[in-house]
């Protein structure tokens, strides 16, 4: 089972590698976490970098998170 953000408005979907807990996390706090990410010299795990990139590329869209097989 693959856990993802969907946008409703694009129908396009992002699965990084973590658990619908962490991305519902991530999602709730995109803006502290991006904050944080910018004191960080080696940067933040792969999935956050994705998960902020759809949250980005798909800002203001109804954005869900989405579960798959
Ligand atoms: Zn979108």
């Given at each position: 089972m693959a856990?993802?953000?969907y946008?409703?408005?694009?129908?396009l979907a992002v699965w990084p590698a973590t658990?619908?807990?962490e991305l519902k996390w991530l999602r709730e706090r995109?803006?502290?976490v991006?904050?944080?990410e910018k004191h960080l010299s080696g940067g933040v795990d792969s999935w956050i970098e994705a998960g902020l990139?759809?949250?980005d590329e798909?800002?203001?869209h109804s954005?869900?998170?989405r579960e798959r097989d």
């Open positions: 856990n993802g953000y946008c409703e408005d694009c129908e658990t619908r807990a995109q803006n502290i991006r904050e944080v990139a759809f949250l798909h800002y203001g954005v869900l998170l």
